[in-house]
């Protein structure tokens, strides 16, 4: 008799354990599912603003194509998603691509549409709140928080290889070749101090010495102001970003 009820205890907590798996499975298909979901909804939205809006001046015309370069990265990020946090980071890409859309329509002076909810390291970076001019190793560059002809390449803001660039209008994208290797060339400080130090608004306000200690205190590596990495940090549509991005294809920028 005792066997026997041992042997049905046992049987039962293999069930039982067999249950939980296949239970917890179907909620990560489910939660996949509604991820994957959510992507491509954003996706859709970012595609069809990239298909019907037409630049009018050169801000609004390279806006609306960095925009389109995040399109084309989002769906390739979408075919490879296995994930929820590949997934998430879809969306993400999405909504980098639909910020430079608003950043079109106020070039051209058309309503911006609905606020989108803010990218990672986007608060801390700040904004650009003035107009400023720098020299630096003998090149000129300048930044505005509003478009014109010399400053007509736009940044939504965020961190960036663990530095945080604050929103603005850019004389050239800097920022490109560290989005897509990782880090920062020599010399960077000095761009970065010459150009954001003291500046109200942005994470540099207090000087720059303070600006990298809140956004990152090396040209390579962590942000230390957002413990969780640059996919962590903010709500984006109810969605944690931490996590592995999965090391998705970014699409190919053209620096």
Request: aromatic content about 8%; charged content about 20%; overall charge negative.
């Amino acid at each position: 008799m005792g066997e026997l009820l041992t042997l049905l205890v046992a049987v039962a907590t293999i069930a039982a354990v067999v249950w939980l798996i296949r239970r917890h499975r179907a909620e990560q298909q489910r939660e996949l599912a509604d991820a994957l979901s959510e992507a491509r909804r954003w996706v859709e939205r970012l595609g069809g603003q990239v298909l019907n809006l037409v630049g009018a001046d050169d801000p609004s015309t390279q806006a609306l194509a960095d925009a389109a370069e995040r399109y084309t990265a989002a769906g390739s990020q979408m075919e490879q998603a296995r994930s929820v946090a590949q997934a998430r980071q879809v969306t993400e890409t999405a909504y980098e691509g639909l910020y430079y859309v608003r950043a079109a329509r106020t070039a051209m002076g058309m309503d911006p549409g609905p606020e989108l909810p803010p990218l990672p390291g986007q608060r801390q970076a700040g904004a650009v709140s003035e107009d400023r001019d720098v020299e630096v190793a003998g090149h000129a560059y300048s930044a505005s928080p509003n478009p014109s002809e010399r400053n007509r390449h736009y940044y939504p803001g965020g961190s960036v290889a663990g530095r945080p660039v604050p929103t603005g209008w850019y004389s050239e994208p800097w920022w490109r070749p560290a989005l897509v290797g990782g880090a920062w060339g020599v010399g960077s400080a000095l761009l970065f101090s010459a150009m954001f130090s003291g500046m109200a608004g942005t994470g540099y306000e207090a000087g720059y010495a303070d600006g990298a200690a809140a956004g990152d205190g090396a040209d390579t590596g962590g942000d230390t102001a957002d413990p969780g990495g640059d996919q962590g940090g903010s709500d984006i549509g109810g969605a944690d970003w931490g996590g592995d991005a999965g090391g998705f294809d970014m699409g190919g920028f053209d620096i």
